[in-house]
């Protein structure tokens, strides 16, 4: 069987906490990246440093009506039990999600890209997008070219990162040339293949894209994962 997705009404339940088979702990928070435009209702997610403006990626085969939409993170703070508090909290993004109705999500489905079969799937596997920068986004396929700014280390996507010292995110970048908007975060650990869902209400509606990076077990779920 293909995986299977998670309890992510719990992981975007501010206060859910949970713990690594190493005693280290974690609590979620909420962090709000604002509205991101979707002018067509095609929604790419993606490693935004490596193939935005690549034409290497293509939008979700599941379509929305074109609106704006509220993108917010699931950040876990990740604590030693043993160690005082950080000067600077470590925290990791562990999923983020494109909300699309404000509506309890009751299924889920991985959310497919063109010629992407879930039944070629083995047990465990997915079907997600690479990263390589350390980063994740979600945006309209009309901004696929619409960073003319963004090359290599300039441009607003690089400035909204170097800004905050490269914090986690959500943050919403809007480029001054074409207006086109995207929402970036890191992701996670760091590099890997992440799997985005597609949230579908109790009618069938859908209600959210969410990536999950891995970061938080479930409530019953133990982890050896690094802290």
């Given at each position: 069987?293909?995986?299977?997705?998670?309890?992510?009404?719990?992981?975007?339940?501010?206060?859910?906490?949970f713990r690594y088979e190493s005693g280290n702990t974690g609590v979620i928070h909420v962090?709000?990246?604002?509205?991101?435009?979707l002018p067509t209702g095609r929604v790419v997610a993606c490693d935004p440093f490596v193939y935005l403006g690549s034409g290497d990626v293509e939008p979700f085969t599941v379509t929305v009506a074109p609106g704006r939409y509220?993108?917010?993170?699931?950040v876990a703070t990740l604590a030693r039990p043993d160690e005082p508090p950080a000067a600077r909290p470590h925290r990791r993004v562990a999923a983020a999600r494109l909300v699309i109705r404000d509506e309890p999500a009751v299924t889920w489905e991985l959310a497919l890209l063109p010629g992407q079969d879930p039944a070629e799937l083995g047990d465990d596997e997915f079907f997600g997008y690479g990263v390589d920068a350390g980063t994740g986004c979600f945006y309209d396929a009309a901004a696929e070219e619409g960073f003319?700014?963004?090359?290599?280390?300039?441009?607003?996507?690089?400035?909204a990162f170097e800004n905050s010292d490269w914090s986690e995110g959500p943050h919403l970048v809007r480029s001054p040339a074409t207006g086109h908007t995207l929402a970036a975060f890191t992701s996670g650990w760091g590099d890997?293949?992440?799997?985005?869902?597609?949230?579908?209400?109790?009618?069938?509606?859908?209600?959210?894209?969410?990536?999950?990076?891995?970061?938080?077990?479930?409530?019953?779920?133990d982890t050896g994962g690094p802290v």
């Amino acid at each position: 069987m293909p995986m299977s997705p998670r309890d992510y009404t719990w992981l975007f339940t501010p206060g859910s906490t949970f713990r690594y088979e190493s005693g280290n702990t974690g609590v979620i928070h909420v962090a709000d990246g604002g509205a991101l435009d979707l002018p067509t209702g095609r929604v790419v997610a993606c490693d935004p440093f490596v193939y935005l403006g690549s034409g290497d990626v293509e939008p979700f085969t599941v379509t929305v009506a074109p609106g704006r939409y509220r993108v917010e993170a699931a950040v876990a703070t990740l604590a030693r039990p043993d160690e005082p508090p950080a000067a600077r909290p470590h925290r990791r993004v562990a999923a983020a999600r494109l909300v699309i109705r404000d509506e309890p999500a009751v299924t889920w489905e991985l959310a497919l890209l063109p010629g992407q079969d879930p039944a070629e799937l083995g047990d465990d596997e997915f079907f997600g997008y690479g990263v390589d920068a350390g980063t994740g986004c979600f945006y309209d396929a009309a901004a696929e070219e619409g960073f003319p700014e963004a090359q290599e280390d300039e441009g607003p996507l690089w400035d909204a990162f170097e800004n905050s010292d490269w914090s986690e995110g959500p943050h919403l970048v809007r480029s001054p040339a074409t207006g086109h908007t995207l929402a970036a975060f890191t992701s996670g650990w760091g590099d890997g293949s992440y799997p985005t869902w597609t949230g579908r209400s109790a009618e069938g509606e859908v209600t959210c894209f969410l990536t999950d990076f891995f970061v938080a077990p479930g409530p019953d779920e133990d982890t050896g994962g690094p802290v």
